[in-house]
Structures are given as C-alpha cells and as structure tokens.
C-alpha cells in the first residue's frame, strides 16, 4: 500500500487543480469572534460553506517532502479542498501551507496539522512498550508533555497517539507502539497520554489534539501478521480491548482513528458497532474520528464495499468523519465521491454536516484561528533542548527491566578495568531510538557504547565489536517508504568479525553484550513468524559466554524474545528495549547503579515462540497449575512463561506482608480497601510497584484466574516500610458477562493477591454478599 502511495503521490497535482473561485467573506465573520462559544462558531461557519468546502474539511492529505513538491498541494488548498494535512514536520513549510489556506482561500479555514508522536518529536523518548514498563504515569504524562511541546511549536496540533491497542502476541510489531496486554495498566497509561498531549485544554501553549487508536482490536490480528483480520468475542472486547479507548474517552480525548482490519468480519473503518454504538452511544464519545491511512478506499480490497462509492458512503455512515489519504485523488474515496452520493441520496446533507461539524469543532477547540502558525523561533528552540534530553534519559532509566542479576553482578564494579561491548546494536544511533523516530536528528543519539564510554573513570579501556549482523529475509515497510534501503538482506558477516569480537571478549575483565532487533524489525508492517534472536546473535552470546567473563546482557529490542537460553546461563540481563535518544547514557546509568532499576514487564514474556499467545489473566481450567502435582499442559517446556506479568527486579529486594481488607464481606456496590505493607528488606534505595490482582471465584461467566486491579509505585530506603492502600470499587468488580450479554457486578468470593508480580503469593479474600 505504501509503496503505491509514492507512485500515486505523482500524479496528485493535476486531480487538484481546478479553478479557485473567490467570495468575499467579511474581514471579521462572526466565526472569528473567539468570544463567542464553539458551537455558535461552527454555526456561522457552516452557514457559508459550499457544500465542496464541506467535503473538502474531510479530506487529509499525506505530504511527504522527500518526493512532493508544496506546488502539488497549493490549489487544493486555495479551493478548500484540503482540512488536513499530515507528515509535515518542519515549520516554514508548515506555515507556507497555513498561509495559503488562511490567506488565499475564500473562508480562511485553517489547516489541521497531524503526524504520529508516538514517543517524542524532537527528543526521542522510549518506545510505548517501554515507557509502559514504568508503569509511572506521572512519568508517561510528563514524557508526553514535551512531546507536545515540542510538535505544537512546530505547528503539528494533532498527534495520531496515543496507541491504545492492547496485544498479546509479540510476533505483532506494533507490540512495541502499545501499553502491553492489559487492560487495567493500558487504561492508566491511555489516560495519562491524552493528558500530558492535550493538558486542561488542547489549545493551551505547548498542547495538542490526541488521538486514540487504532479503534479496536487491531492488536488481535491472527498470527500477529499486521493488518490480519481479528475475531475477538464480545465479552474479550469489552472487558480486555476496549477499557483502554474507554478510559482515554473519559479523559476527554479529542479523536479517534479507525482500524484496518476486519473484526468478526467487519472492517473497523465501516463499522457501526464500533464507531457509532460503543464509541458515541455507549461513551458520549464527542470528538471526531478519523480513517487509518486509506482504509477507507480498502474497504474495497476487503471485500467489503462494491467501489470506492460505496466505501465513502459506509465509512461515513458508520462514523468515519474525515478520511486520511494519499493525494492521488484516486483513493480519496471521500473527495471524489461523497457530492455524488449526496445527489444520489446515498447520504444525506445532515450527516455530512455532521462529520463536517465535528471537524470544524476540533479545529476551534486547538484554537487554530486564533493561532494557526509555527512559531519558527521557538520550533528551532526545541531541537537538543536540554531540559527535553534530561527527562528523555530519566524515562529511559525508569522504563528499563532488570531480568535478571545473578551474584549481583550490577550495579557494576569499578574495578573493571577493561570492557568489551559487543554486538550489532551496541554502537547504533539508529537502532537507540525505536520506531516512529522521524522527526529527530539521529546524530544525536547516544548508543550503548558512547555512554559507557561517558560513565567509566578514566583509564578503562571501552572496546567494541560488533561480531555479527542482524540477518533478515525482508525489509520492513518504513525502509521501504523512507530508507535507507537495508544492505546486507541475507547475508552475515563474515567469521573475521565474529572471531575479532569472541577475542576481544577473551582479553577483556568485563563483557556488555547488546543483543535485538534492529529499530525497523517492530512497527507496522514488521511482524515475525518466530520471537528469536535473529540472525547469529545467539551463536555469539554462547561463544562469548563460554569465555566464563562477567557478562552483562543488554537487550535493544520492540518485544520479548526468545531468551530462554541465555536466563540460565548469563549472569545479568537488562532489558533496555529502544531506550530512545538518551538510550545509552542511560544504559550505562544503570549498569554501574547511578540509576536503579525500577520497571516492571506489561507483558508476559514467553519461553519460545510456541507458547503464543500467552498472558497471565487466562481462565482456570479443570487442570489448574495451582493443583498439586501439576507439571505442565506441553510435554516438551513448561506451562508457565520466561518471566510473569509485572515481573521486574531491583537493586534492592522488597518484602510484602500483613495483607488485610477493610471489610470481610461488603454488599453489591461497596468499595474494598486494600491495604499492605511493603519493606525494602536489601541494602540499597529502591522503588517498588505494589501491583493487586483479583480472581472472582464464581459467577454468571468464568473470571480470569488473575486480574490487575490496581498498583502503587513505593519508594523506599533500605530497611523502611510503608503501607500501601488500594480500592477496589464497584468498577473493578464489574464485568461484562456472555451469559446476560452485559455489565455485572456479582455476589461472590474474591480472592486477592498483592506482590511485586502477577505469581504474588501474599493473599487474601473477601465476599460480596447478595
Ligand atoms: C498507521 C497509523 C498512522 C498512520 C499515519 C498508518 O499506516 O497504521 O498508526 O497513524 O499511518 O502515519
């Protein structure tokens, strides 16, 4: 799709071009008058517009600068054909288009500006997965402040984030643009984006429109091959995929943007269920929806609609208010075809008015006719900001995984006098910062090798060797689309470099092996049949192992692998995932504890690729593991994964006890207090998550045997203990049920567990009685 996008975008100025017609509209309408409400605003708009400016307030547009020239988007927007654009990341151009629209076009409607700022704009910060792994959400707010910060100046005010779609198959590459496979911990962090995005008010300085996607189920795709359709049941949709969209509604997110796939057979992008039904009438949804990149033009290459009429005429009615597509004027489904649908009474006036006034309501509530240019000075201001890279390295630090530390080989000694780094990954900015990096300056990333280099004392000698490539049989859709086009495809390096890196290993007191997956190898269109190391990483890591040296494993990585080799036999893995910018400065943090640990797995992490998918909140079975004697339901590897749910260690260790409830039994309705004591119980600072989870024991439907149902950050100095309080209110309790095919909160029994992990042990329980 991707690839005909650039073909298309060609041909895109003359299905543009026609003649501009010039009205005069009265210097200040009353759709200026910023005194006067939205809704009053959009009327007087509305009032005026042609019904060609009103389909032209759907249109979006892509305009990739690396083979577009503005000129093939300028009649567009003089005509008011054009209400978006997308992909856009530098200033002056931005406010080159601006201007034609406020300036040249008959009723000055501004542009909205919108590109994925998925992780930061300017300063890369760790991917999704990452940052979820914090489990901080004032953290993930703050992060996504800056990123806010940093596009809005650019004049970007909308970003197409956050990702909302929970996954449990870590063959899927947008695993790593999501939150993990939970809905309680994705729903926190859905909230905490839409804040630090959009703030009290998306038209404040520094802020911008969020928006929620892909809605829904995109994660679920069959095989955890992008774009596949996915069939989720009612009751795995309301209680696992949708409360992350769910809780980002509540936090007043301003958009939406429709899925690809099929789900239970009808594509997201026409699908009144979703868009309509749960969206609006279930959550009062007000804001706007938009179409994932063509989708509704492949409405048609699902099988779905006839032609790209009828795709206009479904999306639109279905709920899809703006279509984002490429300017080839031939998959612009809506553009070309909505004024003929409207004469054929397909759709009706209303329901375009309807999408139109939604748009138009967004783009007064980001403030754009107020404020609808760049600031170029103050843009400029937000490349190698350092207060920008401050936080890029504390979230870096915060969002990292300690698996495993064997004889407390870290934090570091600094003793060692001489280091070897090893691995494809160790020295590449590229790789540091993740997918959606594409708006940064990649010079300025800082590897694993440079920030080791920065940490040690003066005297240790820091030496690196790659060993091998990353050896891959197809390119990913962004080396595609943007390059660089991967060299070596096939082909690994040669012995020598193997060799040259096992000897440096040989002569070094310390070896830091950087294992993954290059930065393309997650993302869309970048799913993998199977999670292990690709290519000779794991020959390597067993050569260098065999050396016996202290070896510390640093995994650069968008999703669990295959590790399961090296848990028994390296002493200490970190998992680093695409640290981002400040990647490496933090690394090294860690590694010789000027940072400690503190983040927790949003995924189970499986032993091999045959466990998936596999997460902890699954049903009980006439076969629990909990059953004496239980081994395992494969015969070839245990049931259980590598490491759990919410597992992640720390410098320090914690102990947990006198776990109590404030009532035995509440009635239907009433909240339950939790509440426990959590002790560092090491010899170091630490900081814990005091994660609760639940299992309903009897109901209408069968509960998971687990569930997250809160979670407390601690910090602790060695030896101090504090008592966490949790709630489990009526919400908590509540599920949907396939029995009675809605909500319920039931009398029952509840087990409670609370821990530093989804295998907790301390329990408890209480009953809601009838
Ligand atoms: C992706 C979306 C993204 C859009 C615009 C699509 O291919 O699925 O997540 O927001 O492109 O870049």
């Known amino acids: 799709m991707i690839l005909t996008r650039r073909l298309l975008a060609c041909v895109a100025a003359a299905l543009l071009l026609t003649n501009t017609v010039a009205f005069a509209i009265p210097e200040r309408a009353t759709y200026f008058d910023p005194s006067l409400p939205i809704d009053k605003r959009v009327d007087d708009l509305m009032s005026r517009m042609t019904e060609d400016e009103k389909i032209g307030q759907l249109n979006q547009l892509f305009y990739f600068a690396q083979f577009m020239k503005p000129e093939m988007i300028d009649p567009g927007l003089r005509e008011g054909k054009i209400g978006s654009l997308l992909f856009v990341t530098d200033p002056a151009t931005i406010n080159r288009f601006q201007k034609i629209a406020v300036e040249q076009s008959r009723l000055k409607i501004p542009l909205l500006f919108g590109f994925d700022v998925i992780h930061g704009f300017r300063t890369i910060f760790p991917v999704p997965l990452a940052l979820a792994s914090s489990w901080d959400v004032d953290l993930v707010e703050r992060v996504q402040t800056i990123a806010a910060r940093e596009a809005s100046a650019t004049g970007i005010r909308w970003t197409f984030a956050p990702m909302l779609d929970i996954a449990r198959d870590p063959r899927w590459g947008r695993i790593v643009e999501g939150a993990g496979e939970d809905p309680f911990l994705g729903a926190r962090i859905a909230a905490a984006q839409v804040r630090g995005f959009q703030g009290q008010d998306p038209a404040s300085p520094g802020r911008l429109l969020a928006c929620m996607k892909h809605f829904a189920g995109y994660g679920a795709a069959a095989g955890g091959r992008d774009y596949d359709a996915a069939y989720i049941s009612d009751a795995e949709l309301y209680n696992v995929y949708l409360p992350p969209f769910q809780a980002a509604v509540d936090a007043g997110v301003g958009s939406a943007m429709s899925a690809y796939m099929d789900l239970n057979d009808v594509p997201a992008t026409g699908n009144a269920f979703l868009l309509h039904d749960v969206l609006r009438k279930q959550w009062g949804f007000k804001g706007f929806v938009v179409s994932d990149a063509d989708a509704v033009g492949n409405l048609v290459t699902h099988g779905f609609a006839e032609d790209k009429a009828d795709a206009a005429a479904r999306a639109l009615t279905a709920g899809v208010d703006m279509e984002m597509s490429i300017p080839s004027g031939i998959s612009n489904a809506y553009s070309n075809n909505l004024a003929k649908l409207i004469k054929e009474k397909r759709v009706t006036t209303a329901q375009l008015d309807e999408a139109v006034r939604r748009v138009l309501e967004a783009k007064f509530k980001v403030g754009l006719f107020e404020n609808p240019y760049a600031d170029e000075a103050r843009a400029a201001s937000m490349h190698n900001n350092p207060e920008h890279r401050k936080m890029a390295r504390i979230a870096a630090q915060r969002s990292a995984v300690l698996l495993r530390n064997e004889g407390n080989l870290l934090p570091l000694d600094p003793k060692f006098s001489s280091i070897a780094v090893i691995g494809p990954l160790a020295d590449s900015k590229r790789d540091i910062r993740g997918s959606w990096s594409l708006a940064d300056d990649m010079k300025t990333a800082v590897t694993v090798v440079e920030g080791i280099r920065a940490k040690v004392r003066s005297g240790v000698k820091v030496e690196y060797a790659p060993g091998v490539d990353i050896a891959r049989s197809y390119p990913s859709l962004f080396e595609l689309f943007f390059g660089p086009r991967p060299k070596l495809w096939n082909e690994t390096q040669g012995p020598e470099e193997f060799d040259k890196a096992v000897k440096l290993a040989r002569s070094s007191e310390l070896v830091v092996m950087v294992l993954g997956q290059h930065e393309e190898m997650?993302?869309?269109?970048?799913?993998?049949?199977?999670?292990?190391?690709?290519?000779?990483?794991?020959?390597?890591?067993?050569?260098?192992?065999?050396?016996?040296?202290?070896?510390?494993?640093?995994?650069?990585?968008?999703?669990?692998?295959?590790?399961?080799?090296?848990?028994?036999?390296?002493?200490?893995?970190?998992?680093?995932?695409?640290?981002?910018?400040?990647?490496?400065?933090?690394?090294?943090?860690?590694?010789?504890?000027?940072?400690?640990?503190?983040?927790?797995?949003?995924?189970?992490?499986?032993?091999?690729?045959?466990?998936?998918?596999?997460?902890?909140?699954?049903?009980?079975?006439?076969?629990?593991?909990?059953?004496?004697?239980?081994?395992?339901?494969?015969?070839?590897?245990?049931?259980?994964?590598?490491?759990?749910?919410?597992?992640?260690?720390?410098?320090?260790?914690?102990?947990?006890?006198?776990?109590?409830?404030?009532?035995?039994?509440?009635?239907?309705?009433?909240?339950?207090?939790?509440?426990?004591?959590?002790?560092?119980?090491?010899?170091?600072?630490?900081?814990?998550?005091?994660?609760?989870?639940?299992?309903?024991?009897?109901?209408?439907?069968?509960?998971?045997?687990?569930?997250?149902?809160g979670f407390e950050r601690v910090v602790l100095a060695p030896g101090e203990k504090k008592t966490v309080r949790l709630t489990l209110g009526k919400r908590e309790l509540t599920y949907w049920s396939s029995a009675t095919r809605g909500w319920v909160h039931e009398p029952a029994t509840f087990d409670v567990w609370v821990g530093g992990d989804s295998n907790a042990t301390l329990h408890t329980e209480f009953q809601i009685a009838r």
């Open 522 to 709: 997650s993302g869309e269109g970048a799913s993998q049949s199977t999670i292990e190391l690709p290519g000779r990483q794991r020959e390597l890591l067993e050569a260098v192992s065999a050396l016996g040296k202290p070896t510390v494993l640093v995994l650069i990585n968008g999703r669990p692998l295959d590790i399961s080799w090296a848990v028994t036999r390296v002493p200490a893995i970190l998992e680093a995932w695409h640290p981002g910018a400040e990647g490496g400065n933090a690394i090294a943090d860690l590694l010789w504890g000027d940072a400690t640990p503190v983040g927790k797995l949003p995924i189970t992490w499986p032993r091999s690729s045959g466990q998936i998918p596999i997460y902890y909140a699954r049903n009980l079975t006439q076969e629990p593991e909990s059953k004496p004697g239980f081994k395992s339901r494969y015969w070839d590897i245990p049931t259980s994964p590598l490491y759990p749910f919410g597992y992640g260690l720390s410098y320090t260790s914690f102990g947990y006890s006198n776990l109590r409830v404030s009532k035995g039994t509440a009635k239907l309705g009433e909240s339950v207090e939790v509440t426990v004591d959590v002790e560092n119980t090491g010899r170091r600072a630490g900081e814990e998550v005091a994660q609760l989870y639940i299992h309903q024991r009897s109901g209408s439907a069968s509960r998971p045997t687990r569930e997250l149902k």
